[in-house]
């Protein structure tokens, strides 16, 4: 007997399937703010320009960002074996809290740009970004409150702790800043494990896991996708680490070595320093030099952060996590055509350009 | 026959009772939160000097703010026929949204002082304010989701409405200031009443509400409150505006005149502008020309403002949304304790050092 063939779908159509089946209630919830916190959203979504003009082709029809947390909300409500549509109020949740959490945290990080655009904060102001972020948090337990779904109760529950996750995962990330590079203050490996699972499992885990929530899952499937989702997430900071270092910035719209000139405590820079070879010693003296690093000085560091094995390490780590990822969706009972998407998207977004 | 004798409590009682009821969960909540954002939350609240240290005396022990929101919630749920203790959690979430509204609105206002210390953004950074803000928020949805109580679900959906009214008149106060004086583009007295209800009236009406909907109310008893409410925090926000400009600083926290210097769009301004006799005209001259008002001029403003009649008219606004609000006690049938307590209350919170 020869097996059916089925005809997998790749994951670039998964996330389309999934952005063109939530991005109508996507747009719809975007209308519902005051117009003026409604315009920065959409200039956030990569919808419009500054001032509100629609953002012409591709761009603006679809919209910046792959979608991933709002496919995984799809998807989880599939796994779990309910249909897409459960999942929609969920995704867009999702969604709203993403671009929140990126308005705020650009104010903070005092980062300019985004996406190859100036952020809101830049563009608008600190005042607005502020206000526009607080209307996306505000619009996202509102959709998720108001949804006409039996499960609407324990799926605001699920995003609520999530949200306290976020907020603790960024404090965490503030605080290392001042923290110094050796001796014991020194921020190890596992803080910063713990503080990724904060700051970008957790929205993962939550998406996956309130798809199956508005499915009406168990608990266990609930809980297997959000574990899931969590793992996914923090592989997905760790390849987000890598290429905030050697990433091409035609692609991910960041400057060149961008994260190691603002000298921020990402994993590879991390994993290398905890190395503690000659290499490590070299890349300490550079970075806790007060000095602004110029081009040559960054890429020695970025140079010094490979030869001490911080880029192996952190695609180590990313792999250990999709695996453990996959070792989540085994645990319970799920469709498999949901399982096979996840599987095919996982590695999708761990190889990303790396 | 004689009327049974009855001792009613003062306002200044009723609130301490309440603040009593409502303070070990408030505390209890707060300490759910990162020890960062705890700290400025705590600092914000009163409780605590820059770096933690407590506040000693009655401000740590009480707190600052006469907490007249979350006693609305507890006699709210009291007035609806449900006890003081089945509104808690609503009433934790009322302050915590309190809080994290005065934290972003003292950013995006550049407030620098907030009740005679520094408001948090100056204390702490606008980055580590955002922070603190969005953690406060997140709690409060967190505190009411999680609540042990029949009717969270509805409580969230409550909640969640008000919060995208705050954000909407947040969001109509700031655009405000860019509109002129006079002329067709001029901020029209209901325009102002219309922000006032978004940005303070919203928050009472749902502290009110909200105490209805925990303690099991049918939906009119929870409208009628979460009416008188709004009534009341319309009312409240006018006689803010009018101790805004006369207010005695060491009462309010805040400098003499301070909303004249900061040229600020309040109800007093707005219809001493819109009565447009010789005095409307010389103030908007004054306030129109680019010059910093000093003393002299910023006294000249606020006399011309009660000269136009300004003061006059916020004053018989505020007293009419009173008199809304008792007729909205009186729409439906509720515990008549409760009633008299706030009719004590109201009167008090609109009558307060004018």
Redesign the interface.
């Known amino acids: 007997m020869t097996p059916p063939v089925t005809t997998r779908a790749t994951a670039p159509q998964i996330l389309a399937r999934c952005r063109a089946l939530v991005r109508p209630a996507l747009t719809q919830a975007v209308r519902?703010?005051?117009p003026?916190?409604a315009e920065m959203a959409a200039f956030s979504l990569g919808w419009s320009e500054v001032g509100g003009r629609p953002v012409p082709g591709p761009g603006g029809a679809g919209s910046h960002g792959k979608g991933v947390r709002q496919a995984l909300t799809v998807l989880g409500a599939e796994a779990a074996g309910g249909s897409g549509a459960d999942a929609v109020a969920g995704a867009v949740a999702v969604e709203l809290i993403h671009t929140f959490s990126l308005l705020?945290d650009d104010?903070?990080?005092?980062d300019e740009t985004r996406r190859q655009r100036p952020s809101v904060w830049k563009a608008y102001g600190?005042?607005?970004a502020?206000?526009a972020?607080?209307?996306l948090?505000?619009?996202a337990?509102?959709i998720l409150?108001?949804a006409r779904n039996a499960h609407?109760?324990a799926a605001?529950?699920h995003?609520?702790?999530t949200?306290?996750d976020?907020?603790?995962g960024?404090?965490?990330d503030?605080?290392f800043e001042a923290r110094p590079w050796t001796g014991p203050e020194a921020v190890s490996p596992g803080e910063y494990r713990a503080m990724a699972g904060h700051k970008t499992g957790a929205l993962l885990g939550c998406a996956a896991g309130l798809g199956a929530v508005l499915a009406g899952a168990p608990a266990a499937t609930a809980d297997a996708l959000t574990r899931a989702g969590r793992h996914l997430g923090v592989a997905f900071q760790a390849v987000d680490d890598v290429l905030g270092i050697w990433g091409d910035p035609r692609v991910t719209g960041k400057p060149v070595h961008g994260d190691l000139r603002r000298r921020k405590k990402t994993y590879p820079v991390l994993a290398a320093v905890s190395a503690d070879g000659p290499g490590a010693r070299e890349l300490v003296a550079l970075l806790a030099s007060g000095d602004a690093l110029d081009d040559a000085d960054a890429g020695r560091a970025a140079a010094l952060v490979e030869e001490a094995g911080g880029r192996r390490a952190t695609l180590a780590e990313a792999h250990r996590h999709l695996d453990r990822a996959r070792d989540c969706l085994e645990s319970v009972p799920l469709e498999p055509a949901a399982v096979g998407d996840l599987l095919t998207l996982a590695p999708f977004l761990v190889d990303r350009a790396v």
């Open positions: 519902r703010l005051h003026w916190p705020h104010i903070m990080d005092g600190t005042g607005p502020v206000l972020g607080d209307a948090f505000a619009l337990v509102e409150a108001d609407g109760g605001v529950r995003l609520a702790g949200l306290n976020l907020v603790r960024q404090a965490e503030l605080l």
